[in-house]
C-alpha cells in the first residue's frame, strides 16, 4: 500500500522561503510522476510541479516557475519542494500525489492514484 507522508509546512512572511518534503513507500516508483498540487480555501486543487521519478524530469505551473524547485532523493525515496520568493497567494494545503502517465507528465488532479494528506503553507503579508 502506498504512503505519502508530507511535512515543512509552517506559517512565513512574504518573501521567505519553505521546503516541503513527501517520504513516499510502498511500492517502487521507477515509471511514476511524483508532483505536489496545492488547494486554496474556496478554491479547487492546482498542480504546482511535478518530477518523473526514474527521469528526473521536471514541470512547473507558470505561478511557480522561477520561484519553486522539485527535487528527489532515490535512496530516501522522498521529493522535496523548495518555495523561495513567497507569496500570501501562495497559501495553501500543499499535497504531495503519485501517479503513471507514461513519458510524460502529467497536470491534472485525476491522472495522480496516491495522495498524501496534506501540509499547510501559510505566508502573511
Known amino acids: 500500500q502506498v504512503q505519502l507522508v508530507e511535512s515543512g509546512g509552517g506559517l512565513v512572511q512574504a518573501g521567505g522561503s519553505l521546503r516541503l518534503s513527501c517520504a513516499a513507500s510502498g511500492r517502487t516508483f521507477n515509471s511514476y510522476n511524483m508532483g505536489w498540487f496545492r488547494q486554496a480555501p474556496g478554491k479547487e486543487r492546482e498542480f504546482v510541479a511535478a518530477i518523473g521519478w526514474g527521469s528526473g524530469n521536471t514541470y512547473y505551473a507558470d505561478s511557480v516557475k522561477g520561484r519553486c524547485t522539485i527535487s528527489r532523493d532515490n535512496a530516501k525515496i522522498t521529493i522535496y519542494l523548495q518555495m523561495n520568493s513567497l507569496k500570501p497567494e501562495d497559501t495553501a494545503v500543499y499535497y504531495c500525489?503519485?501517479?503513471?502517465?507514461?513519458?510524460?507528465?502529467?497536470?491534472?488532479?485525476?491522472?495522480?492514484?496516491?495522495w498524501g494528506q496534506g501540509t499547510q503553507v501559510t505566508v502573511s503579508s
Open positions: 500525489a503519485v501517479g503513471y502517465q507514461g513519458l510524460r507528465i502529467g497536470i491534472r488532479s485525476n491522472e495522480y492514484n496516491y
